[in-house]
């Protein structure tokens, strides 16, 4: 929601995705972006995504846990 956005709100749910998915026994997140969501891929970035092009429009995350 835009009211939601610059809030500091995407890290902690990052965080609690991440901790779920290892508590589960995963070994990566994979997640698909926008390529023009530079906000979102910047924060991902930063977290330790890795991305590849999934079309012209959109590029694939994987992170491992």
Same mark, same amino acid.
């Given at each position: 929601?835009? #009211?939601?956005?610059? %809030?500091?709100?995407? %890290?902690?749910?990052?965080?609690?995705?991440?901790?779920?998915?290892?508590?589960?026994?995963?070994?990566? *997140?994979?997640?698909? *972006?926008? /390529? &023009? /969501?530079?906000?979102?891929?910047?924060?991902?970035?930063?977290?330790?995504?890795?991305? #590849?092009?999934?079309? &012209?429009?959109?590029?694939?995350? *994987?992170?491992?846990?």
């Amino acid at each position: 929601h835009p #009211e939601a956005r610059g %809030r500091g709100l995407a %890290r902690p749910f990052m965080a609690f995705l991440h901790a779920a998915a290892k508590f589960r026994g995963a070994a990566r *997140v994979r997640l698909t *972006v926008y /390529n &023009d /969501n530079q906000r979102a891929v910047e924060l991902y970035r930063r977290l330790g995504y890795a991305f #590849e092009a999934k079309n &012209d429009r959109e590029l694939v995350g *994987v992170l491992e846990l």
